[in-house]
């Protein structure tokens, strides 16, 4: 293992297949009928191979499929090559070196795609999947919930029929998109629709402190479980503000790129749950750390995703399964996108629940030939 170094980074771009369109308070994250771009990595060490997966979402937050793409080849890989592969820690210490902070973390989703791949090729060489390379796992399943983030009432209605055919019983609204109240007559319809299944809202970022306030107060009574990014990310104040006076509980996403960012909030008292999201916090290096304060300071820990492809998904799925997170989470890709590249065993979700892959690394087989066919960008170190 100590002989096992990094001998060779390559970047993809891929187009994969939409299912539907998408969209949030930002804007339009999936198009039917528009190809959705990703860029995978795939890590050379010792004749073995790891594969990550970059999920750019200009809509969300600033890393580009450009940008992306060349940060990974023109910086972080170099960087990365002749290094231990085992050196997770120490792989994420270069990657700040290498793009350093600003507020917070730089670049967190380009990152992502490497520290993913490390993980991934280290568990390949143990023969064991990520959770067992940490010694962690405290769950085998991880309940999903479906995504609604409809126009109408009755659009709502047709999305949460489609989710509850498929076995899933809980329900992730996205607000922020309308006016106040087309928003709380949005969740009101799902709850209509769904009157005992969990419904937590998620507004990106979309209000100001009064406007989060009125709504918090409308959505008490439609029994909403949380009350997820109401405020712009950098609004400690704001944050702290509503922390005292909302009814629901407040979850942070975007506010939570770096753990040290967590130790903040937490110390100024201005948080009800930490959200886990891997590609967010620039990998599962980084995630554990802020999870494990997280849990430490006695938060609540719920998951997200980032429309991630089945190499997200599966990266996350071992995050959730560490923390023993337990309530529903968003990892939502598969409503959105088609994993076009992979080649064998992947994430299975049964009735609205994924099971933790097994396999070794993250337990997602990739066909090379497949990815070689989507993409329309390629580079090599």
């Known amino acids: 293992m100590k002989s096992l170094v990094v001998e060779r980074v390559e970047t993809f771009v891929v187009e994969l297949p939409s299912i539907r369109s998408f969209s949030i308070s930002g804007g339009s994250v999936t198009t039917a009928g528009k190809p959705a771009e990703r860029v995978l990595v795939k890590v050379t060490a010792g004749g073995l191979t790891g594969w990550g997966e970059a999920t750019p979402t200009p809509a969300w937050t600033y890393e580009t499929v450009e940008s992306i793409s060349t940060t990974i080849h023109h910086y972080l890989a170099p960087a990365l090559l002749g290094r231990p592969a085992w050196d997770l820690d120490g792989a994420c210490a270069t990657y700040e070196k290498v793009i350093n902070r600003g507020l917070t973390i730089g670049s967190p989703i380009a990152k992502s795609a490497l520290d993913i791949a490390l993980h991934d090729l280290l568990?390949?060489?143990?023969?064991?999947?990520?959770?067992?390379?940490?010694?962690?796992?405290?769950?085998?399943?991880?309940?999903?919930?479906?995504?609604?983030?409809?126009?109408?009432?009755?659009?709502?209605?047709?999305?949460?029929?489609?989710?509850?055919?498929?076995?899933?019983?809980?329900?992730?609204?996205?607000?922020?998109?309308?006016?106040?109240?087309?928003?709380?007559?949005?969740?009101?319809?799902?709850?209509?629709?769904?009157?005992?299944?969990?419904?937590?809202?998620d507004a990106n970022q979309a209000y100001t402190v009064d406007g989060a306030l009125r709504m918090a107060r409308r959505l008490v009574d439609l029994d909403v479980s949380a009350f997820e990014q109401p405020l712009p990310a950098n609004d400690i104040t704001g944050l702290r503000r509503l922390r005292d006076h909302s009814p629901l509980p407040v979850a942070l996403d975007e506010s939570l790129r770096h753990p040290s960012d967590m130790a903040t909030f937490v110390k100024l008292d201005a948080v009800d749950i930490a959200i886990a999201k891997v590609q967010r916090s620039g990998g599962l290096t980084l995630s554990r750390r802020l999870c494990q304060l997280a849990e430490d300071a006695g938060l609540r820990i719920m998951g997200s995703g980032l429309t991630d492809t089945d190499l997200g998904f599966a990266a996350s799925l071992h995050l959730f399964a560490a923390f023993g997170v337990d309530t529903p989470v968003d990892?939502?890709?598969?409503?959105?996108?088609?994993?076009?590249?992979?080649?064998?065993?992947?994430?299975?979700?049964?009735?609205?629940?994924?099971?933790?892959?097994?396999?070794?690394?993250?337990?997602?087989?990739?066909?090379?030939?497949?990815?070689?066919?989507?993409?329309?960008?390629?580079?090599s170190l």
């Open 331 to 379: 990892l939502n890709g598969r409503q959105f996108v088609h994993s076009a590249y992979v080649g064998g065993s992947t994430v299975e979700v049964v009735d609205g629940t994924a099971l933790v892959p097994t396999g070794p690394g993250l337990g997602v087989e990739v066909d090379e030939d497949a990815v070689r066919a989507l993409s329309t960008a390629h580079w």
């Open 123 to 201: 568990g390949r060489a143990l023969g064991v999947s990520v959770g067992v390379v940490w010694g962690q796992r405290r769950v085998d399943r991880i309940k999903l919930g479906w995504i609604v983030a409809g126009q109408t009432p009755a659009e709502v209605r047709q999305a949460v029929e489609e989710g509850r055919a498929q076995g899933y019983q809980a329900y992730k609204v996205k607000v922020g998109l309308h006016d106040e109240a087309t928003d709380v007559s949005v969740v009101a319809a799902v709850r209509e629709a769904a009157p005992d299944a969990p419904i937590w809202v």
